[in-house]
C-alpha cells in the first residue's frame, strides 16, 4: 500500500473551513510538509511540522499531528476562492532526504 | 532570486525522438529531483542526485537518464520517447533535508 494517503477530492463552500487530511505509515517520519499546487504551476510549501510537535499555526492555516494515529491534517479557515489547488501531504524519514509525496487532494471552493 | 528553473515549459515528440529537460537552481543546494506527475498518480521520483557528480535511481527510473555535472543544473534525458512518457515534468532541489523548491513544471506530449 501507499505510505502516504489523502482523499482525492474536498469540496466546500466559500468563508467555510477546509480540513485535509492525511495519514502515513512511517512512526520514524522526522518531518511532515503540506505543500500547494495550483493550476499549471509547481508546488509551493505550505507549511511543515517536526515530528515533535502536536500543532502549528500560520496565519489562516492549522497543521494538527496525531502521532498515536500517524494522521496529520491542514485545516484552512475562511477558505476562499484563491484556496482552490491541490493539496500534497509529504513525510521524510530521519536520515533521508527524500520525500514520500501523497497522491493530493483537489480542494474545490464554490460561492 | 529565480529558485528553480526548468526549460522548456512545453515540448511535443514523436515517438522514438530524444530530448532533454534542464533544471537549473541558484540557491546552491546540494540536492535535486525529477518527478513526473500523471493524473491519479501524484508525483513519482525518476531520479535525484546528492552532490555534484553523483545520481540514484527512484521508484520510475526505467527510460530516462540523468546527469549532473555541475552543482546547479541537473538533466534529465529521454533516448527514446514513448507515450507512456507523456507527463508533466517536476524538477526540485533542496539543502540537506530542508523543505524542497520547485520548479513549474515541463508539460512533454509524446505522439
Known amino acids: 500500500g501507499e505510505d502516504v494517503e489523502q482523499s482525492l477530492f474536498l469540496s466546500v463552500r466559500e468563508g467555510d473551513s477546509s480540513v485535509i487530511n492525511c495519514t502515513y505509515t512511517d512512526s520514524s517520519s522526522t518531518y511532515l510538509y503540506w505543500y500547494k499546487q495550483e493550476p499549471g504551476a509547481g508546488l509551493q510549501l505550505l507549511t511543515y511540522i517536526f515530528s515533535n510537535m502536536d500543532m502549528k499555526q500560520d496565519q489562516r492555516l492549522t497543521v494538527l499531528l496525531n502521532k498515536k494515529d500517524k494522521h496529520l491534517s491542514l485545516r484552512i479557515a475562511d477558505t476562499q476562492t484563491g484556496d482552490s489547488a491541490i493539496y500534497f501531504c509529504?513525510?521524510?524519514?530521519?536520515?533521508?532526504?527524500?520525500?514520500?509525496f501523497g497522491r493530493g487532494t483537489s480542494l474545490i471552493v464554490h460561492p | 532570486n529565480a529558485g528553480v528553473t526548468q526549460t522548456p515549459k512545453f515540448r511535443v515528440l514523436k515517438t522514438g525522438q530524444s530530448m532533454t529537460l534542464l533544471c537549473a537552481q541558484d540557491?546552491?543546494?546540494?540536492?535535486m529531483y525529477w518527478y513526473r506527475q500523471d493524473p491519479g498518480m501524484g508525483l513519482r521520483l525518476i531520479h535525484y542526485s546528492v552532490g555534484e557528480g553523483t545520481t540514484a535511481k527512484g521508484e520510475v527510473p526505467d527510460g530516462y537518464n540523468v546527469s549532473r555535472l555541475k552543482k546547479q543544473n541537473f538533466l534529465l534525458g529521454l533516448e527514446s520517447a514513448a507515450p507512456s512518457q507523456t507527463s508533466v515534468y517536476f524538477c526540485a532541489s533542496s539543502y540537506n533535508g530542508e523543505p524542497l523548491h520547485f520548479g513549474n513544471g515541463t508539460r512533454l506530449t509524446v505522439t
Open positions: 509529504a513525510e521524510t524519514l530521519g536520515g533521508s532526504y527524500i520525500p514520500t
Open positions: 540557491m546552491n543546494h546540494e540536492y
